[in-house]
């Protein structure tokens, strides 16, 4: 069993930083949590949820969306089993729902969920 929760929403002005934590707790992170992808999605008002950042075992296995490509960084702490993303430069179109979520390594599907975290950004 892997929980997700994740902390440091807000609200922030156009051009302001936001740092969001993912922190994992229960038995299989304690054990397994380095064979997890770990992922950030986003979810807005009226829109699909879109993947925002994705981090493997090591920091080479990333992925960044476009939208988030020179002003997000993910990183990943497997002692403390947990994911931060540092949001900088933030946007009004940043405004949205974080979710971290995790997958096995190898596999397609999301089988962790956090409960989200409020991004608000003011223009």
């Known amino acids: 069993q892997m929980q997700l929760v994740e902390s440091g929403g807000g609200l922030v002005q156009a051009g302001g930083s936001l740092r969001l934590s993912c922190a994992a707790s229960g038995r299989t992170a304690y054990n397994y949590f380095n064979n997890y992808v770990i992922s950030w999605f986003r979810q807005a008002p009226g829109k699909e949820r879109e993947l925002v950042v994705a981090v493997g075992w090591t920091s080479a296995s990333t992925y960044y969306a476009d939208s988030a490509k020179g002003r997000f960084t993910v990183s990943r702490d497997d002692a403390r089993k947990t994911v931060n993303l540092q949001m900088n430069s933030l946007r009004p179109e940043d405004t949205a729902v974080y979710y971290c979520?995790?997958?096995?390594?190898?596999?397609?599907?999301?089988?962790?969920w956090g409960q989200g975290t409020q991004v608000t950004v003011s223009s």
């Open positions: 979520a995790a997958k096995i390594r190898g596999s397609s599907d999301y089988t962790i």
